[in-house]
């Protein structure tokens, strides 16, 4: 029993788009990529949009870039900023390949538990789909051995194929198969394991705009329009921007451990993968969508991908930058079952004993407190809280900068 | 084997609302009333509120009131009314009996399926949670017959107790046993019919206010602070309004066809039962709560069932209110599938051919359109839309008035 | 805004079944019908089987058949009955034209929750996918006006044409649109309203094998090898199998009323439609879909759809056959919560007093019950009890026959 | 803000079974632990039960014991089996406490999602509830560098306390809280803490009956009646049974780099966890349940915990007993979407090729293969399958043992 139909790329064809009016500098090509099947034999696709570069006479190796979107089933707004993106493309020179991957997740995508989007997991199995991408750290130390005395061209090719071969072994030959998570999650990172650059478009459930970076990268960050970035640090939990940058990142330490220096965020390596979370799930704004666009092409200017006709085109805007750690991002877990009214504004510090919420107990009124303040003993800056009123006890009820500090203002 | 349990109250103790300054002027005492139990033998509870009136030397019988919320695991606002409502009370002078019912749905009120609440029907059966109230039409012509000669404050006495005995026969003598839904809402049921008002505090998805009225109570409508007000016939199809105003209205309608004439909006009998949409689900604000008890009390005012201390309190607020009769009041269901950017306004008229919504397929980009406008060929009044982005060919997107009139402003 | 797409056709190509070694009797034509599509932009299609019957010479006219499966999304066996129907009739001569929908819900068909397949409502509105389809009775007295004198075969033909406009109608001209699932309840009802015979295969949730058939077609039901009938009245509340015989039965009580018999039963008009419900949901078994198979085709050869090469083919199988009317086919609910040992056996009388069930409650184990043994006071046929040992107070336990009786025997 | 209300247990009263005829050995006392909060405020509980031996006069330490069952919602049938142990448990002689924890997770327990219990995970975040425990490893060293001159009696108390200090570190002394299922998991693992043997009730979706059993117990695998046995290694991935092995078997581990070795499986240490797999999930059977209760007092024989009147009471059935690493014990996930004939015996060896499943395609009848048969290219043996005959690619089809050996029989 064979079933190797895993990857197969159909339809791809160049299409002009419709503009009545003048031809685009770029064309899109489109194609359909097959991730699984349900249970009626119904087919599991992704879309996956191209945009591809002039042959490039310059000596600089200019860094390509993947972005997808929508891996969270309700957290769909990174579609509306890929069809702004695409539409703000089309009149601009670009030096690399750009593709975009809309409705990264097919199965999230149209899952409906009453009248939400089931949001964060396989509805089956209550796995994370952000948390079922690859990486074996093990197959590191034999490569830097092997590749001590190579070029940084050389190991640039030689370990995005490696990293391209594991996912393949995993796709095509593993005689017990699959998840139908992994067999989405892997065929996305095999196309972003092509990319120099990774932009992972999630929101949070009701949030601010906020940026997951690895730390090496920390210059970026004041180049996206988000005025809330957490650094993190090459640690492997499954997701999409770990899975690329780990492997790159874990490349650079052993390499180190051996004595030599190879740096991979910029140059020949230039690797960089964030996890840009837009605001809020459930919503599509296409006007909001317009500016997260001109973000991502200020980042995408910093990093030479497109040319702006003009100096001060695709810069950054000006503002209040905080950033922390990982593991000073914490989640607040509500101390009792109730039904909040979230009270604290996102992206400003609040001090100490300001209230975060407060917690309606009907149940208690009369024979007890009906209404509960919470409030956290230090200053923190909350980020984004939970999707609804209505919380157990444990529910995770905000998620707040403990520890923070400011980042530079790159805005004009 | 016996299931006697049903409706047995318990702990019903006065208690003095913990208020160091001084005595409240009324008591709330409360009361859990035991409506079914989990797989587990968890006792599913809902907790009662009652504030008594002081005897009443008055000739006039003034109404009793009945305010429920929550029956709708999501639509959690209706609760903070009532703590307000409760709190604004304590104060104030009674003429007649209220009995509060927060949290009126113990299963809906848990359910979680992903951060969402299960908002509207049962998770076993799919049935909506208010569509399960009582109400056998065939039991009046025989009563209208015997009391077509008996004077009003018989018959509301000997037809509220017809309608009492009704529900106490579905409760406990019916060896086939309940649904649990209406093992909850029957004994909800019971509770509203022993009172002459009856309101049932609810929600939209995403919505702005407004309020079911039966059509012969239209001119408690403006007494609301609800710009918008749907007009519903005597027409029986499960819900707690129907369940308790049917029963009077149909009793009018039959003694009208034997040639009595009584009036069930005032005097004697003065029935009267809305819904009231206070807004957008999954959220509880306050503040807003506040708001919404003053509009109550502005009605319970209107009804002479509270007193207030002076005249320009708990007058309805100035505004232009807009109405329709049920048969306009128009779901509009997605022509397509797609992710929604809703941009029309709720309340004020949408010309005819003005967005309704843009609907992103970015599927389609490149070789179809990527944004659909939706608009309707009529004039129409949003008044809610669908709790996500995210839609199917088919899910109801808005509903609006599709014809509407103005109701008078009796706001100063 | 134009949404016109419904029910397009396409892809319907006659092509061979692949059997190496002889050319079968019938070909089966296959077409994909659109019904709709989800948030991503995947279209659902249902597919659609066709084996054509030669012209027949024959002054008879023999009823041609629509059979449609797994519209409720745990209800799977039909899918492989029909399978093996198609398996057996490329081989046997037919009469007439059967039309075949398996997967006949592309949405209910794919949607888990958790392991299993969420049965029987849309997840968004919890309306029950077997309660969406169409019948509106107004339409049949100005028709029997106008066709009082018109003969058998007109009257077939011109009602059948008017329960298809009106199909039509509602589906391709309603300005506010159709609810996801009358989308496609309406379609698979416009296939079967061009059919005679209507076969809807279903399935209990742990269920012995069950038959609704309308008290006018009692005469069939033996025909059939499944050995309790529950016979309906003619009461429409949504389902297919209603939808398609209420109309016809109502036309034939209009005619009645006007003085007119006509027999919808047999010559010209014909018509009969089946809830066939095959036992187990959740499960295929392709050895008992091929017995089940044998039963619909010795409904078909009584019909005379089929020829038997051999008298003693496609004969009923001999068996005890209970029937009951709907009105005694009761539901019984759990009085309490627990966890339940099912102990009656499906199909036989089960005598007054008999366990039907423990309930284990180990909540009260030392300070209560902790088991509990549930009877019934009069005796029943046990038909089918619920899918989990988990049960709230109210959860639908069992359905039984309350008063039941004898069928004939028709085996040999 | 203060929640200390975590673990204070209610009720604790020793009552009187109710029996008639005779007083028993033993008797039971009952306990309501706290363990959370649902929105409404209803109260999270879970019963414990607890049997006290007898004040033993024996040098020996009898190792006392922990059972726990229905962690995961769907999972009931090990309530059954706590029911039949404590009827069995009354007359019989123990030499230590035993603690029963039926009903485990009040979340699980009681969640639906349309007819079935959700059974693996949180439906808020997707996390196994069977995941959650709490094992920081990083305290052992520490613990073993002060104890390396101490007595096994010393190191047992002292390590025991460490391991309750731990857990109530977790609970009462974290400001950013915990999540809900955290709340539940290590209020009960602070019980298994407290008892030398735990069991850990489950079953499997379609299953037969297994047993997770660590390496360093397998001569205790034997005494159950369980035919099939996997053996775990020390290794951490947030079960009960790890949480509470892991932690013993790593000190043993590290006293053992040190140069010294204890024994933890007898003794004073005498530490053996396991998780028993029933069989199917959503079952209840009190028949089963009396078996599977001898099959637990075997093993308690085996261990001492109990007397046995007669030599030849609760000793381990005679069977064929196949025991596999978890290494080889395989999830073998669907190569396609489709319906499944599941076809393998469970429990016995499956030859290369024989087929596991045929799935059902009817969306390829007439131009595709309608059924596909899957087999594996090794001899297995199957151990469960999934729940449902509706399957997405790379949904979890079968669990195998991939490699196997024989245990001894001990049986008579």
């Given at each position: 029993?064979?079933?190797?139909?895993?990857?197969?790329?159909?339809?791809g064809?160049?299409?002009n788009?419709?503009d009545?009016?003048r031809?685009?500098?770029n064309?899109?090509?489109k194609?359909?990529?097959?991730v699984?099947?349900?249970?009626?034999?119904?087919?599991?696709?992704v879309?996956?949009?191209?945009?591809?570069?002039?042959?490039?006479?310059?000596?600089?190796?200019?860094?390509?870039v993947?972005?997808?979107?929508n891996?969270?089933?309700?957290?769909v707004?990174?579609?509306?900023?890929?069809?702004?993106?695409?539409?703000?493309l089309k009149?601009?020179?670009?030096?690399?390949?750009?593709t975009f991957?809309?409705?990264?997740?097919p199965?999230?995508c149209?899952?409906?538990?009453?009248?939400?989007?089931l949001g964060r997991?396989d509805?089956?199995?209550?796995?994370?789909?952000?948390?079922?991408y690859?990486?074996?750290?093990s197959?590191?130390?034999?490569?830097?051995?092997k590749?001590?005395?190579?070029?940084?061209?050389?190991i640039?090719?030689?370990?995005?194929?490696l990293?391209?071969n594991?996912?393949?072994?995993?796709?095509?030959?593993n005689?017990?198969?699959?998840t139908?998570?992994?067999?989405?999650?892997?065929?996305?990172q095999r196309l972003?394991?092509?990319?120099d650059?990774v932009?992972?478009?999630?929101?949070?459930?009701?949030?601010?705009?906020h940026?997951?970076?690895?730390e090496?990268c920390?210059?970026s960050?004041?180049?996206?329009?988000?005025?809330h970035?957490?650094?993190?640090?090459?640690?492997?939990?499954g997701?999409l921007?770990?899975s690329?940058?780990?492997?790159?990142w874990?490349l650079?330490?052993?390499?180190?451990?051996?004595?030599?220096?190879?740096?991979?965020?910029?140059?020949?390596?230039?690797?960089?993968?964030?996890?840009v979370?837009l605001?809020s799930?459930?919503?599509?704004?296409l006007?909001?969508?317009?500016?997260?666009?001109?973000s991502?092409l200020s980042y995408l200017?910093?990093?030479?991908?497109?040319?702006?006709?003009?100096?001060?085109?695709?810069?950054?805007?000006?503002?209040?930058?905080?950033?922390?750690?990982?593991?000073?991002?914490?989640?607040f877990y509500?101390?009792?079952?109730?039904?909040?009214?979230?009270?604290?504004e996102?992206?400003?510090?609040?001090?100490?004993?300001?209230?975060?919420?407060?917690?309606?107990?009907?149940?208690?009124?009369?024979?007890?407190?009906?209404?509960?303040?919470?409030?956290l003993e230090?200053?923190v800056?909350?980020?984004l809280?939970?999707?609804?009123?209505?919380?157990?006890?444990?529910t995770?009820?905000?998620?707040?900068?403990?520890?923070y500090?400011?980042?530079?203002?790159?805005?004009?």
């Amino acid at each position: 029993m064979v079933c190797n139909l895993q990857g197969i790329i159909r339809n791809g064809n160049a299409m002009n788009q419709i503009d009545k009016n003048r031809i685009p500098k770029n064309q899109v090509s489109k194609e359909l990529m097959y991730v699984g099947e349900m249970a009626s034999g119904v087919q599991l696709t992704v879309p996956v949009y191209r945009l591809k570069a002039l042959p490039n006479s310059n000596e600089e190796k200019i860094p390509s870039v993947y972005i997808q979107a929508n891996m969270h089933g309700a957290e769909v707004q990174g579609n509306a900023v890929i069809f702004q993106l695409l539409e703000l493309l089309k009149d601009i020179e670009i030096n690399s390949d750009i593709t975009f991957v809309p409705y990264a997740n097919p199965v999230g995508c149209n899952h409906k538990n009453g009248e939400y989007t089931l949001g964060r997991f396989d509805p089956i199995t209550g796995v994370n789909w952000n948390r079922m991408y690859y990486f074996d750290e093990s197959v590191i130390a034999p490569f830097v051995q092997k590749h001590i005395g190579s070029d940084d061209s050389t190991i640039e090719t030689s370990f995005k194929q490696l990293l391209l071969n594991e996912i393949d072994q995993q796709l095509n030959h593993n005689i017990y198969g699959l998840t139908t998570g992994k067999l989405i999650t892997f065929q996305l990172q095999r196309l972003a394991h092509q990319a120099d650059i990774v932009l992972d478009l999630h929101t949070g459930p009701i949030s601010s705009k906020h940026l997951y970076c690895p730390e090496y990268c920390k210059n970026s960050a004041s180049y996206f329009d988000i005025p809330h970035t957490i650094f993190i640090p090459n640690s492997f939990d499954g997701a999409l921007d770990e899975s690329t940058f780990c492997p790159w990142w874990t490349l650079q330490e052993k390499f180190k451990e051996l004595g030599r220096d190879i740096d991979i965020s910029q140059g020949r390596l230039n690797k960089e993968s964030f996890t840009v979370e837009l605001g809020s799930q459930e919503q599509i704004d296409l006007k909001v969508a317009h500016q997260d666009a001109l973000s991502i092409l200020s980042y995408l200017k910093h990093k030479d991908v497109i040319v702006a006709d003009m100096p001060d085109l695709f810069l950054p805007q000006s503002m209040v930058r905080y950033a922390c750690y990982l593991k000073d991002y914490k989640a607040f877990y509500s101390p009792m079952g109730g039904m909040i009214d979230y009270l604290a504004e996102f992206g400003k510090p609040l001090p100490a004993g300001e209230p975060l919420a407060r917690i309606l107990r009907m149940d208690n009124y009369g024979d007890g407190e009906a209404i509960h303040n919470i409030s956290l003993e230090q200053t923190v800056i909350p980020i984004l809280h939970f999707a609804s009123a209505s919380v157990n006890q444990g529910t995770e009820l905000y998620k707040v900068f403990s520890e923070y500090f400011m980042l530079p203002d790159l805005g004009s």
